[in-house]
T-cell receptor, first 113, second 116 residues
């Protein structure tokens, strides 16, 4: 049971480039989300999904897109990378509304130069 | 909006000793959960312990226990018999159960160093 798998683990981008961070879970979880972790700021919610075909914005959504075509996958797209998007990104999933335990991927460290 | 405050950026403790990490939160909700997550150098986020607001009894998980003071909106983590493997960043987090998605709201973290 792999849990939540994020790829890549590390990435360096040039300003203006686009890329997709991949997230997949094999636990049949309804809820999936993306957080970013910045020094001194904890983790902040970027986007989330409560099921296939349903996504919504979190507190810091600007510059990012998401889609959820399957239960398993929840990719995060950076449209035009900016240095302010340098961060560690975490994907998380949980069973559903009544289940409070979130399972996290191992994170992606992204540097935008 | 909910906020979570961790006022101790760094703490250190010697092996086998006890350490307490502080967390306060602000909310007008009545139905919520509180969590402590551990993030070791591997970066993995690991759930240490959780507490349901409606439960008066403090949660415990082996060497980890919490002191939940609902009226004071305080949720501290006590680590007993500290081990070198406890060295990590610890995040306090809040989740309301009253709204749609129930996002996790995190504090800024406390870096704990356990020394021999």
């Amino acid at each position: 049971n792999a849990g939540v798998t994020q790829t890549p683990k590390f990435q360096v981008l040039k300003t203006g480039q686009s890329m997709t961070l991949q997230c997949a879970q094999d636990m049949n979880h309804e809820y999936m989300s993306w957080y970013r972790q910045d020094p001194g700021m904890g983790l902040r919610l970027i986007h989330y999904s409560v099921g296939a075909g349903i996504t919504d914005q979190g507190e810091v959504p600007n510059g990012y897109n998401v889609s959820r075509s399957t239960t398993e996958d929840f990719p995060l797209r950076l449209l035009s990378a900016a240095p302010s998007q340098t961060s560690v990104y975490f994907c998380a999933s949980r069973m559903g509304r009544k289940n409070t335990e979130a399972f996290f991927g191992q994170g992606t460290r992204l540097t935008v130069v | 909006a909910q906020t979570v405050t961790q006022s101790q950026p760094e703490m250190s403790v010697q092996e086998a000793e006890t350490v307490t990490l502080s967390c306060t939160y602000d909310t007008s909700e009545s139905n919520y959960y509180l969590f402590w997550y551990k993030q070791p150098p591997s970066r993995q986020m690991i759930l240490v312990i959780r507490q349901e607001a409606y439960k008066q009894q403090n949660a415990t998980e082996n060497r980890f226990s919490v002191n939940f003071q609902k009226a004071a909106k305080s949720f501290s983590l006590k680590i007993s018999d500290s081990q070198l493997g406890d060295t990590a960043m610890y995040f306090c987090a809040f989740m309301t159960m009253n709204t749609g998605f129930q996002k996790l709201v995190f504090g800024t973290g406390t870096r704990l160093l356990v020394s021999p």
